[in-house]
């Protein structure tokens, strides 16, 4: 059974760090497009990383965030700086056989598997 596990949330004040990590295991395919996206009052695409590494990222976090991956430990990470109040959401890990996600960070369509989510609060 694929499982997706996100950890790695909390609270902090505007400007701080975090670093979201997800654990994946069973995932029937290798080398999947793997990505992060988040929801508040909407669902929005975060960051994605391709099996080569190339990775891509939604307009308002560019600078801010990274994507990275350990494929010995099937662990993806997102490293969060200069956290903002409008960061505040649920974060999601998510594999994207389709590939959709890594073409373009806003297109969620593709995703097939994601976890259960982390929340993310920074307040100002």
């Known amino acids: 059974q694929v499982q997706l596990v996100e950890s790695g949330g909390g609270s902090v004040q505007a400007g701080g760090s975090l670093t979201l990590s997800c654990v994946i295991s069973a995932y029937p395919y290798s080398s999947p497009c793997l990505g992060w996206f988040r929801q508040s009052a909407e669902r929005e695409g975060v960051a994605a990383i391709d099996?080569?590494?190339?990775?891509t990222y939604r307009d308002s976090v560019k600078g801010r965030f990274t994507i990275s991956k350990d494929n010995s430990k099937n662990t993806l990470y997102l490293q969060m700086n200069s956290l903002k109040p409008e960061d505040t959401a649920t974060y999601y890990c998510a594999t994207d056989f389709s590939r959709q996600l890594c073409r373009d960070v806003g297109i969620l369509i593709g995703m097939d598997y994601w976890g259960s989510g982390t929340l993310v609060t920074v307040s100002s």
């Open positions: 099996s080569d590494g190339k990775t």
